[in-house]
């Protein structure tokens, strides 16, 4: 995705983070391609997933259309500056990431393979990077709602590292962490590649299965 400011690799302190600000950010009021109002309501019976895996605007449109998936929408997390920017998030001075957030049917799809998922449609072994795309802001994160979405994560992240590593690539860097913070992003970055169909988008997986082999 195309940033702002000088590109950083190394992650900001509290201290050095920018502060932000007390009031949330305008977004869409509806989902772009589903109609469903894009909000931070989870519906009956519903779960949540939240991931990074390199610039939002791929990463939603690899999940938007799954089976059992209720919504998407994009933000950011894991960082210290209160209701970031697009253009603060870019210097790399809020700490935060780039990713979707999920509302899903767990009876239609499980977490399991909304990981396998996740983990297929990256490298998760570049650090702060997703291809191109330099920053910390495009690090690998599972950010998880209960210490279940913790369990099924590290699993998977212990079996999909031995398929990397025996097919040549380096260890897992992805961040997991329980935290459910989500920062919604501006109106135009959701569902964007909906809108531009032609738009940028530069994820790309390793041609590694993930076989999470549970409950998928």
Known sequence: MFGFGEKTKEMVSLETALKGR????ITADYHFVNGRPLNLKIPNGMDVAIFGLGCFWGA??????????????VGYTSGFTLNPTYQEVCTGMTGHNEVVRLVFDPSIISYNKLLAIFWESHNP??????????GTQYRSGIYCSNDTQILVANETKVTY?????????????????????FYFAEDYHQQYLAKNPSGYCGIGGTGITCLTGINV
Do not use: C, H, P
């Not at 007390?22 to 950010?25: G, I, K, R, V």
């Open 125 to 134: 072994t570049q650090g702060m990077r997703q291809g191109n795309d330099l």
């Open 161 to 181: 590292e031995k398929a990397l590593v025996n097919s040549g690539y380096g260890k897992i860097t992805t961040e997991i962490l329980n935290s459910d913070l």
């Open 22 to 25: 007390d009031e949330a950010l």
């Open 60 to 73: 939603e449109r690899i999940f938007w259309s799954l089976e059992g998936v209720y919504t998407t929408m």
